[in-house]
């Protein structure tokens, strides 16, 4: 080859040299170009997030650094910030802004309102468990299914379960009573028995007939629920594309079979039982446990409706939701059953498709649960610390149910008055949910303030942290069931107590968790007194999505009488 002549090769090293040159060539600039482009489209973002107080931030991590840790200690240290600024505070994660807000005129704006409906992007993580089920779904989707959902949910279906919600609380009794009087862990027991309670009455099927154990699935959500939040406080296991090759990957995706295998029996079970032309719950009540009609006649009229007067179900008295309506305007037909209904609209056509009721099973199965157990435990606990406010709820279940072991109708939860209030206390201090999340798609004007925050942002109700405000609630961290007398509830705002969330995306199984939660735990003080060897200040709080106690829920149990006696 003479000087001069270029080779095949060194022709296509060159080509592919200026190839890679005029890459980088136009890259750079492109770079430079989207950066200029996406700074601009946020500069409307950032002018306005300036004006929020907020604690300082690095460059390009803003405040992530806050997240880094164990739970409790990430809890503890952004509760404890918190105290540094008044109702609206600004944090950034990175690239996002995040609001969180703890006054209750501006909770109000948001939670009452018709478009600030749609959930954060942080939910995204649940999808592969629950796809587009009540909790994530949003837009015309999420309107039509809670149009569906919420009236299976209404008080006069609920009264059907009461006999359920006896029964497995009998047997919740008859298994705690084998820890004798040795301290343990009692959430693992309301995570089973809420499971139970969740397969016999909202879905219907026996307990008995799911060859898993509803305990093996409480303890996948627990798992299920560490994973995702992991990926909310760890950056990098965000993209699915690095967290599905990590271990935490892995384990979801076995821990997704253990959860959806029990819930695709579930409706193959109930679908079934549906084509026998069996409706209601298949589940059996022992026969000492049924509540004889006449008791059930001599309810007042006012309680075949689904409000009750004064009794409020776990929201402040003068907020109505779709939960709240009349039975006069529910009809005949809908008094139907959670999944009874789900798939009676899918054999009528095109309401919901199978995919759909499974996501709607898996939602309610999932919120349901962890929720309801987080909140009974609580409980339990503040019952083992409070001695005398439990000698009080003693009381008052003995004055209603004597030395009888009768099961308790719907009439005698309504007696229960100081229990009640004893249960929204406990979900004042330790709410189950302790934050709700919203993504902004307008501009929202605070009232609390003059502050605007952004379209794009993410507004975080810090209920948690809303319950605990001194100018609301005197003496904010001490535990008072008195905060719940009508007359101190009189003149609070609406949304300064907001555990099951409140408007139109308010929580469908309100009505539900109070009712069971009454009956659950009347019937364990009923049968025990509560003891705790570990006071308030010494529980180790963890908010990974449901708020829990990292320690554990650790109480000990006096029977109160040594056997049950029949009615
Ligand atoms: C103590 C028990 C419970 C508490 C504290 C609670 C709390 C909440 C809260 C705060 C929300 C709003 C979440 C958000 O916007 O991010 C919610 C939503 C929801 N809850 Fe509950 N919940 C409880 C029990 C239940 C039960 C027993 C069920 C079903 C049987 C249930 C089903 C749902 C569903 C389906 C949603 C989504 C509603 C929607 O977006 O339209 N919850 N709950």
Same mark, same amino acid.
């Given at each position: 080859m003479t000087v001069g002549e270029t080779s095949p090769d060194m022709v296509s090293q060159s080509g592919l040299l200026s190839a890679t040159s005029v890459f980088y060539f136009l890259l750079v600039p492109a770079l430079i170009l989207w950066y200029a482009y996406w700074k601009l489209s946020r500069r409307h973002m950032l002018e306005l997030a300036e004006r929020i107080p907020g604690p300082k931030g690095w460059p390009m991590i803003g405040n992530a650094l806050e997240f880094i840790g164990s739970s409790p200690t990430i809890f503890k240290r952004v509760y404890g910030h918190?105290?540094?600024?008044?109702?609206v505070v600004k944090v950034w994660i990175g690239p996002k802004l995040m609001i969180f807000l703890f006054d209750p005129r501006d909770v109000e704006i948001i939670l009452s309102s018709h478009v600030y409906i749609d959930k954060s992007t942080?939910?995204?993580?649940f999808k592969p468990w629950l796809g587009d089920g009540l909790l994530i779904s949003t837009g015309q989707k999420w309107r039509a299914h809670r149009k569906l959902i919420?009236?299976?949910?209404h008080l006069n279906v609920l009264k059907s379960f009461i006999e359920l919600f006896n029964a497995n609380s009998r047997a919740t009794v008859e298994k705690l009573r084998k820890e004798g009087n040795k301290e343990f862990d009692c959430h693992d027991y309301m995570s089973e028995a809420t499971v139970e309670m969740l397969l016999e009455t909202a879905m219907g099927v026996s307990k008995k007939t799911q060859e898993q154990s509803g305990f093996e699935y409480a303890m996948a959500v627990m798992k299920m629920c560490d994973i995702l939040h992991l990926r909310h406080t760890k950056v990098?296991? $965000?993209p699915d594309l690095i967290f599905n090759l990590t271990k935490y990957g892995k384990n979801q995706e076995s821990l997704l079979s253990i959860i959806h295998g029990l819930t695709t029996k579930v409706i193959k079970n109930k679908k079934e039982a549906f084509n026998k032309g069996i409706r209601g719950s298949i589940a059996e009540v022992p026969k000492e446990l049924k509540i004889n009609q006449e008791t059930k006649d001599e309810e007042p009229v006012t309680q075949k409706t689904t409000s009750v007067e004064g009794s409020s179900f776990g929201q402040s008295v003068g907020l109505r939701d779709?939960?709240?309506?009349?039975d006069n305007d529910v009809?005949?037909?809908? $008094?139907?059953?959670f999944l009874d209904l789900m798939i009676e609209a899918s054999q009528n056509g095109v309401v919901i498709t199978d995919k759909e009721i499974k996501e709607q099973v898996d939602t309610i199965m999932f919120e349901g649960h962890d929720t309801t157990a987080a909140g009974s435990s609580f409980f339990l606990s503040m019952m083992g610390i409070h001695q005398d406010i439990q000698d009080k709820v003693i009381q008052e279940l003995d004055e209603i149910f004597g030395d009888s072991d009768r099961p308790a109708t719907f009439a005698d939860t309504l007696e229960m008055k100081y229990l009640e209030r004893c249960l929204m206390e406990t979900l004042r201090l330790y709410p189950p949910v302790p934050i709700i999340a919203r993504q902004l798609q307008q501009d929202l004007q605070l009232v609390s303030g003059d502050y605007k925050i952004p379209a794009g942002a993410t507004v975080v109700v810090g209920t948690f942290k809303l319950h605990r405000r001194a100018d609301i609630y005197p003496n904010p961290d001490k535990f008072d069931p008195d905060n719940f007398l009508p007359e101190r509830t009189a003149n609070r705002h609406y949304y300064a107590f907001i555990p099951f969330s409140a408007g139109p995306r308010s929580c469908v199984g309100r009505k539900y968790a109070m009712l069971k939660l009454k009956i659950l735990l009347s019937t364990i003080l009923r049968n025990f007194k509560i003891k705790s060897d570990i006071g308030e200040k010494d529980f180790q709080l963890q908010g990974d999505i449901i708020l829990k106690r990292a320690e554990g829920f650790k109480i000990r149990l006096e029977p109160r009488k040594p056997m049950a006696k029949a009615h």
């Open positions: 918190s105290f540094d600024f008044e109702s942080e939910y995204r993580f919420a009236p299976t949910f990098w296991l $965000r779709d939960l709240d309506v009349d009809g005949e037909k809908k $008094r139907l059953a």
